[in-house]
């Protein structure tokens, strides 16, 4: 299987906005995040769908999701915090983990036409960045 995105990123060989990392996954702001809050988190284990992580690997991607989804709460203080693990766009499991007001938000689409918003990128990561 030829190395995804996130797996280059999980590497070093392509930058990200990390805002948590331990040793079975790490947690990125994408670079077009939707609603208040997004990140998206990625076991370390390249595999194609959730249903094919080992137990370990999927109960350590649901654990950070977890502690990402506290700290979007306590931080952002959405209404919700909601997960979508669609899969479609890269070859590699990560969940979404939105903090949202309504069901608009949640179901919004990125408008990857539009440049990186670096900045905001960078202050989100710094917003929810563990220590």
Known sequence: MEESVFTKI????LPS???????????IIPLHPIAQAHVLV???TQVDQFID?????YRAVMDTVQKIGQKINEKVQPKRVGLQVIGL?????????IGFNTLAEF???????QPVNSAKNQALAKLLAFE
Do not use: C, F, M, N
Not at 17 to 27: G, H, L, M, P
């Open 10 to 13: 999980i590497k070093g060989g």
């Open 17 to 27: 906005d990390k805002v948590y990392e331990d040793d079975k996954t790490i947690a």
């Open 42 to 44: 990625i076991p370390k």
């Open 53 to 57: 992580l080992s137990k370990d690997d």
């Open 89 to 97: 766009d890269v070859p590699h499991v990560h969940v979404h983990v």
């Open 107 to 113: 179901r919004e689409q990125p408008d990857e036409s």
